[in-house]
Each structure stands twice: as structure tokens, then as C-alpha cells.
């Protein structure tokens, strides 16, 4: 069986390797001039990889480890990381709405209409909120939870 160090070097790696596709997925989201159905399926199929390689080790290496090896910069990196988790769960709030009133208006389909979002619910400038906010709180959380899972890679297994 593989040593401690080897499935550190797998989650860093694995965890490192979802950021591209968090990137990306954010420009077609920001390029886009219109969100169609397309367009929507097309930046989900490029997140998905990026939150399976962030998850799986998260999930089946750091969680079952975390009461071993508990300290101050292990606390902090399992509350930045959890709040990244809870940040998007908050964007999923937003999200779901906002593609439930797009879907009843038939935006995905015939994006075209000259539709104003705002206009398709008394809520939507909240669902849109929410979805920003969680976005955004979600990769500022998990940034600052990559850099300490990093740093404590580096000092806990590349230079002990």
C-alpha cells in the first residue's frame, strides 16, 4: 500500500488540477453575451470535472484524517474549506430559481426574447444576488483553503 506521503502528492495534485476548470467554466459564464440553454450545459460539463477533483479527496482522504492530526492549521483548513462547500450550497439556492423562472419564460430554448431577467419574478435581483455571492464566496474560500492545504503539504510532507 501506498505511503501517507504518496496520497498527499495525489490530493494536492488532484485538488490543483479542478482550478483550470473552475477558471474556464467562469469565463464561458462571463464571456457569454447570452446564458442559453447551450451555453448553461456547456460551463456545467467544464465545473463537474473541477468539483469531482476537488471533492474525491476531500471526501476520501483529508475528512477521515482530520481528528488524527488536529490543529490550529488543520482546524483552518477544514473551516475554509467547509465554508467554500456551505458558499456554494448558497449559490445552489439562487441558481435553482433562476433556472426554474428562465425554464417557465423558455429562455434556454429561445434565448432571443427581449426579456428583461428582473422581469420574470419580483425575486430575481435576490436569486441573482444569492448566486454571486455564493460564487464568488465560494472561490475566495476555497483559494485561501488551497493555498493553506499547500502550504501545509509543503511543510508537513516535502520538508520534514
Known amino acids: 500500500m501506498a505511503d501517507e506521503t504518496t496520497f498527499a502528492t495525489l ?3 488532484t485538488v490543483t488540477a479542478s482550478l483550470p476548470f473552475y477558471l474556464y467554466g467562469a469565463w464561458i459564464m462571463i464571456d457569454a453575451e447570452t446564458v442559453s440553454w447551450e451555453v448553461l450545459v456547456y460551463h456545467l460539463k467544464v465545473i ?3 468539483l469531482v477533483l476537488n471533492t474525491v479527496p476531500v471526501v476520501t482522504w483529508m475528512m477521515p484524517r482530520l481528528l488524527q492530526q488536529l490543529n490550529g492549521l488543520s482546524a483552518l483548513h477544514a473551516i475554509l474549506g467547509l465554508q467554500a462547500y456551505a458558499m456554494l450550497v448558497f449559490a445552489l439556492t439562487g441558481i435553482v430559481r433562476i433556472f426554474q423562472a428562465k425554464w417557465e419564460a423558455d429562455l434556454y430554448r429561445n434565448p432571443d426574447q427581449d426579456v428583461s431577467l428582473d422581469d420574470l419574478h419580483e425575486n430575481m435581483s435576490a436569486w441573482r444576488g444569492r448566486l454571486r455571492i455564493g460564487v464568488f464566496g465560494y472561490v475566495i474560500f476555497w483559494f485561501l ?3 493553506l492545504g499547500i502550504y501545509r503539504y509543503v511543510t508537513g510532507y516535502l520538508f520534514v
Open 11 to 13: 490530493a494536492a495534485v
Open 48 to 50: 463537474f470535472p473541477g
Open 145 to 147: 483553503a488551497w493555498v
